[in-house]
């Protein structure tokens, strides 16, 4: 077996063709990539010998003077082998190669991400995710949901409450997930983004949404592939119908078991959230469905420092700061190599 360190030493970031699959998150695929962006594309880890052991698709938003790489996926690796160190060597020299596109930051990656590492000089936060395992029967995936969440299920079902699923909803849990957004006072995407990303996923994504008595309740978007399905958007009027958003999720994780998706990702949880708040509820619903929490990172990068710090401003004007801003005082990290 070749020495680890040598290996991690060379692995390099390359550009590489596009070469998309259903076994590879759905958020690597080109119409997903294209959705959000007209530039785009896969950069590669290369090993000594030539292997690509791991890729990870990239995008570059321009607004105004800005140019801005986001990613929308983590570091997908090809290679059981691929560790936190090997990833960060990748992580290395992905920034040199992004510095020769004369780009002026990575800002924060899509929640559904979580890095293993962090590259050095980069400013991140640790974050996570609760993962279900859908290689499982139903009555194991049923068992391992909180007996609060399944009481709660069984409300929702005894009280009439329907779930539909179906693309012709998609304006109606745009929305729904707007005026979710605007209660907490977060922006979400124009109705047209949201157009444009529901197309560009095709036939890889479902939305689901709960009615109860005709009235509509809640809603939820989960783009998704046989590699997990993700909870990626989702709403609710101010006062569901009890147990309405647990059975959406339910009938959802049922869904993707049967489609074949190997898991089902609720797509982002905060660390060590403060007890009582918002961010703690929502963890504790993701929580009681049975996924495992999985542990990793955000982060960000300053190509050049004076229009980092205009994204800065503006982001902690927009919404208080980005989610590194706002967690990145959990993590005792250097910015040092």
């Known amino acids: 077996m070749a020495n680890s360190g ?41 090993d000594d010998h030539g292997e690509i052991r791991c890729i990870l698709p990239y995008t570059i938003i321009r607004k ?43 800002i924060p990656a899509s929640t559904n991400s979580l890095f293993q590492s962090y590259p050095d000089g980069a400013i991140a ?16 995936l049923w068992n391992n949901v909180s007996s609060s969440h399944r009481r709660k299920i069984r ?4 009280a009439g409450v329907k779930i539909r699923s179906g693309l012709d909803h998609a304006e109606s849990a745009y929305k729904l997930v707007r005026e979710t957004f605007a209660r907490s006072f977060l922006p979400f995407m124009k109705l047209e983004e949201f157009r444009r990303f529901v197309s560009g996923l095709g036939d890889f994504i479902r939305i689901l949404i709960a ?25 609710s009027i101010p006062e569901p119908q009890t147990g309405a958003m647990h ?23 905060r660390i060590d959230p403060e007890k009582g708040s918002k961010q703690e509820g929502i963890n504790i619903f993701k929580e009681r469905f049975g996924g495992c929490l999985h542990k990793g990172y955000l982060w960000k990068f300053s190509f050049h420092p004076i229009k980092f ?25 250097s910015v040092a190599a």
């Open 155 to 158: 409300l929702a079902i005894k």
């Open 211 to 235: 009615e109860h008595q005709g009235v509509l309740q809640g809603c939820a978007v989960f783009p998704f592939s046989t590699y997990s399905s993700y909870f990626m958007y989702g709403g």
């Open 6 to 46: 040598a290996l991690i030493n060379t692995i390099k970031a390359i550009r590489v063709p596009i070469d998309w699959h259903p076994h590879l998150p759905i958020f690597a695929s080109e119409p997903v990539l294209s959705s959000v962006s007209d530039e785009y594309g896969w950069m590669g880890g290369v």
């Open 309 to 333: 710090f205009l994204y800065s401003l503006a982001a902690r004007f927009r919404s208080g700061g980005d989610i590194v801003d706002k967690e990145r005082h959990k993590l005792n990290y």
């Open 64 to 106: 105004a003077i800005l140019c801005m790489v986001r990613f929308r996926v983590e570091t997908i690796p090809l290679r059981r082998e691929h560790d936190s160190q090997q990833e960060k060597a990748f992580l290395n020299s992905a920034i040199e190669l992004l510095r020769s596109l004369a780009v002026d930051m990575i």
């Open 125 to 140: 936060a640790p974050y996570g995710s609760y993962i279900i395992d859908l290689n499982q029967n139903e009555e194991a």
């Open 247 to 269: 059975l959406l999720h339910w009938e959802a994780i049922r869904m993707f078991k049967e489609m074949g998706s190997r898991f089902h990702n609720f797509a982002g949880a």
